[in-house]
């Protein structure tokens, strides 16, 4: 496996490697994975920051976090390209076409930016879907673009994918793509024999009441507003109803006058229940399997079928060990390690938090197969 080091500053060149023998690549959207490379290399032009290539057909492009020095050899941790996006903004609520949002969103950060020292003059973006949609947030949120696009991913379907660009040979620039994941695949996880399959629930129990207070400096709107979470998935005001939980878990929210026409969506977003509060992890060899497995990418939404249960899932972890015709696939939101779960907590995100609205338009596209 061959590796470039690109400048982070201009895109050029400063080092050509070959990974020894030992090699990790990780790809998750839930928690942020390293991926190492071994190198024998004893002496490297690169430093932290820096981006990784690997020429194996563009298979990964990422930022490097760290170079570790041993006797014989060199070992380089590598973050996957979507770091870079790990830079705060002002969460604007936006209802339109998403690729426009996520195309306004990088460009003003990294191209058009006021200060010039934060843009980024190689940086290309393709727009290579059209989808509408809406995103509301509270007003004056904070958050990461990395953040926003993770949300716009789970929800919508509408992702970013990296491809460097060339021009006779010679690295031009990183161009990023916005691309619509349009299909899935059913998998049927009692047929299928799936090597090191592991399906695991999250024991979390899930909120089936949400009250909404009006804010004290409210003018207009006073009234308090609840909802509950029926038996048959559906939502109601009905306190009375019949399909009500006999188990309340509640929770409190407040609103000010401006959020009040935004409530409903904002309850959808509370009370439905999470899709990927699961993790399926399993093997799979990408030659030897079904096609559209072995194609199975980040955010790739998938319905598993496992002992009587279906899964609306997603794809949130994807990854290689010396070798990069096994590929070891996570399913779902949910993650065991202590470490990975501590990184959950403190992200601050989630498809279900309260500041943020995002209407689900995704999950029935499983046009890919079913297996």
Not at 5 to 13: A, E, K, Q, S
Not at 80 to 96: H, N, P, R, T
Not at 176 to 201: A, T, Y
Not at 316 to 344: F, H, P
């Amino acid at each position: 496996m061959e590796l470039v080091i690109l400048d982070r500053v201009d895109f050029g060149v400063k080092d050509n490697i070959k990974v020894a023998s030992e090699f990790e690549i990780v790809f998750d959207l839930v928690v942020t994975q390293r991926s190492l490379f071994k190198t024998d290399k004893k002496e490297l032009n690169a430093k932290v920051g820096d981006y990784l290539y690997v020429k194996q057909s563009g298979f990964y492009f990422g930022v490097i976090e760290s170079i570790s020095k041993e006797s014989n050899y060199q070992m380089i941790s590598c973050f996957d390209f979507k770091e870079l996006f790990k830079i705060e903004v002002i969460a604007l609520s936006y209802e339109g076409n998403l690729a426009d949002y996520i195309e306004n969103l990088i460009r003003m950060t990294f191209i058009n930016s006021q200060d010039e020292k934060q843009n980024l003059s190689y940086l290309q973006i393709s727009k290579e879907t059209s989808k509408a949609g809406k995103v509301t947030f509270e007003d004056d949120k904070v958050m990461t673009i990395h953040e926003i696009l993770e949300l716009i991913t789970k929800m919508y379907g509408v992702s970013i994918r990296s491809k460097v660009v060339f021009d006779n040979g010679s690295f031009l620039g990183l161009q990023i793509r916005i691309v619509q994941i349009s299909s899935g695949v059913k998998i049927k996880g009692d047929n299928l024999h799936l090597e090191d399959l592991k399906v695991n629930d999250s024991s979390k129990e899930q909120v089936n009441k949400v009250v909404y207070h009006p804010r004290k400096d409210n003018l207009f709107f006073k009234d308090i507003k609840t909802y509950f979470l029926l038996k048959d998935g559906t939502i109601s005001e009905e306190v009375d109803s019949d399909l009500r939980n006999e188990k309340v878990i509640s929770k409190v929210q407040t609103y000010s006058d401006n959020d009040y026409l935004d409530i409903p969506d904002k309850v959808k977003s509370i009370l439905t229940v999470s899709k990927e509060d699961h993790q399926i992890s399993f093997s799979i060899n990408k030659k030897g399997t079904v096609k559209s497995l072995s194609n199975l990418e980040l955010g790739d939404f998938v319905e598993f079928v496992y002992k009587g249960k279906i899964y609306d899932s997603i794809v949130t972890g994807i990854k290689y060990v010396n070798n990069t015709n096994i590929a070891a696939l996570t399913l779902g939101e949910y993650r065991m390690k202590l470490t990975e779960k501590l990184q959950i907590l403190t992200k601050g995100v989630t498809s279900n938090v309260g500041h943020v609205t995002i209407n689900n338009q995704g999950y029935s596209d499983l046009d890919g197969g079913e297996f």
